[in-house]
């Protein structure tokens, strides 16, 4: 109990605010978008860039917490793609983005407050190597798969391209790259530099859950339940379940297989629906299982918290 008053309720808390501000008009749709984009497309990334620009990446990048991690969100994947194809009868295109939403665990705005909340922020070190493969390996899964799909004939050149295009219009790529490129460098930013970047880092999180409740609130639980019921299941129960069976075989050190098991066990992120809207296909789907599932980490992340001690 004491974990879910001192470590999840006080994010889903921020959340709850931000809903509360649309669903009582006291903010309006375009502010809480100015919100989630300053979050989205400036705060985070600059986020993720101080955080990889100076990150042990010979020590964090541990091969084996990685595959164990990532293990669970492709086996999700593949099991949302085909089971959304041959149990629900969905088409290939909808199939895709219902293993996409299965596949892309919300990582940074969930797994990160609630494991630095559990653990501290000393902690946090396995969870950025993850999140900073994080977004390209789920949309290079995706858009690959997609692209294939959707330009059956069109040739590999063409797939590759569209590919390429779409990841790297994408902030946090950017900025997961360019810190990439800082910390294999060793350049070392000025001071003054350096603190400003983590002034706008630390609004990151807030303003991210802030305006993600804000986004939630726009979506009506509808849609096919048996869907949503059964994305939820591969995102909060498959997925870690898959992580902490490769974690505990390979031997992962607590930290690391705390983070992996915690972070795959997320809700979907706000990514999934923004995925389905890309392509415009499973968008109703993909918006009320991003809100059924999170309300329901509250409680699922309690129980992986008590059985990770």
């Known amino acids: 109990m004491q974990a879910l008053i001192d470590v999840i309720l006080p994010v889903f808390l921020v959340i709850g605010f931000g809903y509360a501000a649309v669903w009582r008009g006291w903010m309006q749709d375009g502010a809480i978008d100015g919100v989630m984009k300053f979050a989205q497309n400036f705060a985070i990334p600059v986020l993720l860039f101080s955080a990889i620009s100076t990150l042990d990446l010979g020590q964090e990048f541990d091969a084996s917490l990685l595959f164990s991690f990532y293990l669970g969100s492709v086996s999700g994947f593949v099991i ?88 790297f219009k994408n902030a946090l790529v950017i900025g997961i790259s360019l810190g990439v490129v800082v910390n294999l460098s060793g350049l070392t930013l000025p001071g003054f530099l350096t603190d400003g970047l983590n002034l706008i880092a630390r609004a990151a999180l807030p303003a991210a859950l802030f305006g993600m409740g804000g986004i939630l609130c726009r979506y009506r639980p509808e849609g096919d339940l048996r869907v949503i019921i059964f994305i939820s299941l ?21 930290d690391a297989f705390r983070s992996a098991v915690l972070t795959s066990a997320m809700a979907p992120g706000i990514n999934a629906y923004i995925f389905a809207n890309m392509y415009g296909v499973a968008k109703r789907v993909a918006a009320s299982a991003l809100l059924l599932s999170t309300a329901a980490t509250i409680l699922t992340a309690w129980g992986w918290l008590a059985v990770l001690g």
């Not at 129960?237 to 898959?242: D, K, V």
Request: hydrophobic share 50%.
């Open 80 to 167: 949302g793609t085909f089971g959304a194809r041959f149990i629900f009868g969905r088409a290939w295109e909808d199939s895709i983005v219902i293993g996409f939403i299965a596949l892309f665990t919300n990582a940074l705005l969930l797994g990160l407050p609630i494991t630095e909340r559990a653990y501290g922020a000393d902690a946090l070190a396995s969870n950025y190597a993850i999140i900073a493969m994080h977004a390209p390996f789920c949309y290079g899964l995706g858009i690959t798969v997609m692209e294939i799909v959707k330009n059956r004939g069109g040739g590999v050149v063409k797939t590759a391209n569209a590919v390429l295009r779409t990841m």
């Open 234 to 254: 591969i995102s909060l129960f498959w997925n870690p379940s898959i992580t902490w069976l490769t974690g505990s075989a390979l031997e992962l050190p607590q």
